[in-house]
């Protein structure tokens, strides 16, 4: 069974920071890439950043040296370090594993940015 469970979320004042966290449960199976969407009210979802099995980090220009991923394969986990946050960053924020061909998706957190 797949389980991935998100933590960390929480609301923030402009300029603050948070840090996700995502226990990833799949058995063993060895997992590939990781990540983090997010999804704002009533738009799409939308990529944040990626980190593959290696360490290799991609990200959105929006959150370009401001957000960091990282993971910790003995542990299943990845982060994504958020500072300097923004109104803009406000949204639902989803944690994503790959196994092979398969993707997996957390329940979501919710972070909120005040003005």
């Known amino acids: 069974q797949v389980q991935l469970v998100e933590s960390g979320g929480g609301l923030v004042q402009a300029g603050g920071s948070l840090t996700l966290s995502c226990v990833v449960s799949w058995g063993s199976f060895s997992i590939n890439a990781m990540g983090w969407y997010r999804q704002a009210p009533g738009k799409q979802r939308d990529l944040v950043a990626t980190?593959?099995?290696?360490?290799?980090?991609n990200y959105v220009d929006s959150v370009k040296g401001r957000f960091t991923i990282s993971r910790d394969n003995a542990k299943n986990t990845v982060y994504l370090q958020m500072n300097g946050l923004k109104p803009e960053d406000t949204a639902v924020y989803y944690c994503?594993?790959?196994?092979?061909?398969?993707?997996?998706w957390g329940q979501g957190t919710q972070v909120t940015v005040s003005s």
């Open positions: 980190i593959t099995n290696y360490g290799s980090p």
């Open positions: 994503y594993a790959t196994v092979g061909p398969i993707s997996s």
